[in-house]
């Protein structure tokens, strides 16, 4: 079964500084993972995602993030947080069997601090 | 493209009411999914279409939920009656194949409160 872990509800960082979002996920399958961000009052919208082909992956507003099997997580990155980037981030993991049901984390909020 | 599409965005009733809650996919996506998100329990998948079938319904909480997909461009979810339990922001999204690789679009949200 798959799942998804992601450590630390609320993180806080200050204007410019590196954001780092941890997510550890289990699957008896390997991994399809997503990181997702959902600003108030909006639904998600897709931030990236790793499909097995390179283990780091970039996406949208400067977020990064590495998969590295041997520690079996996926944890977001930005070097240089924006106010812009105060909302809620989740991680996702699907099947790699064809089917794309997705299992979310419980979601980590990010507070950038002027 | 205008996204996925969803209404209403908020609905307040009172319990024992039928509430309905409509979705319009991104057109030519030929998966739509219902989520439900809640503090407690977080994001949950209630039930799942492909060409308008349903696949998987194992998420839907109870026998008070059900879910139709008369077309491709429309899907609603019905709670009857409701319970203040059901309070929750649900969430629609579709996607284009079924790939394990592939995004799922998602919509603003209907954020539901039950009196």
Redesign the interface.
């Known amino acids: 079964a798959q799942s998804v872990t992601q450590l630390g509800s609320h993180v806080s960082v200050s204007e410019g500084a590196l954001v780092l979002l941890r997510c550890n996920y289990s699957s008896s399958v390997p991994p399809?993972l997503?990181w997702?961000v959902q600003y108030p009052?909006?639904?998600?919208?897709?931030l990236l995602?790793y499909?097995?082909a390179a283990t780091l992956v970039k996406g949208i507003n400067g977020f990064e993030a590495e998969f590295k099997k041997s520690e079996t997580s996926f944890h977001l990155t930005k070097p240089s947080a924006h106010m812009s980037d105060a909302a809620e981030y989740?991680c996702a993991v699907?099947?790699?069997?064809?089917?794309?049901?997705?299992f979310?984390?419980?979601?980590t909020r990010l507070t950038v601090i002027p | 493209d205008a996204g996925v599409i969803q209404s209403p965005r908020h609905e307040v009733t009172e319990m024992g009411q039928e509430v309905t809650l409509r979705c319009k996919p991104i057109s030519g996506h030929d998966y739509l999914f219902w989520y439900r998100q809640t503090m407690m329990r977080g994001l949950e998948l209630l039930i799942y279409f492909n060409n308008n079938v349903p696949i998987d319904d194992s998420g839907m909480p109870e026998d008070r939920f059900s879910a139709k997909m008369p077309n491709a461009s429309f899907s609603t979810l019905k709670i009857q009656p409701s319970e203040p339990r059901d309070s929750a922001v649900y969430f629609c999204a579709s996607s284009l194949s079924k790939g394990a690789s592939e995004t799922q679009y998602f919509g603003p949200g209907t954020r539901l409160l039950v009196l």
């Open positions: 399809y997503f997702y009052n909006q639904g998600l919208q897709l995602k499909t097995s989740f699907s099947e790699g069997t064809g089917a794309n049901n997705l979310f984390g419980t979601g």
